[in-house]
């Protein structure tokens, strides 16, 4: 894989953010392709092509976890990443805790994010070998 970009997939319901992400991930040498909605990212979903999946949440008609779910189904090697808002972090702490208990807390970055803890969470994950990976964890 030297030499050739990571790819990566955004899904935010807010276009300012998955403009923002797009363009700070993009500066720092990822190609990344961004949807606003999560049920167009489902349909649009290439397995085996993306190395990072980041996910917001709370989005409305399809939340992240729903999202992640059915990207699975797709691709279960593809990491993934889940973004939320600090106060939504919070409470969804513990959850993450019952679904996803081989998780650490590198695979959720809270919002408001500096676009270096943004770019060293995505190296972080990129950087997982396969029994961290997300891949591990059933339902």
Known sequence: ???AKRRLLVVDDEPDIT?????ILE?????VVSFNDPQLALQSFKPRYYHLVILDIRMPNMNGFELYRQIRRK????KVCFLTAVSEFIEYKQYKKEAYPKLGE???????VSNDDLIRSV????????SGDLASVSF
């Open 75 to 78: 691709d279960e090697r593809v």
């Open 1 to 3: 894989m030297h030499g």
């Open 106 to 112: 590198r695979h959720f970055i809270a919002k408001p």
């Open 27 to 31: 500066q720092n040498g990822f190609e």
């Open 123 to 130: 190296n972080e994950v990129l950087s997982i070998n396969r």
């Open 19 to 23: 403009l923002t992400l797009r363009t």
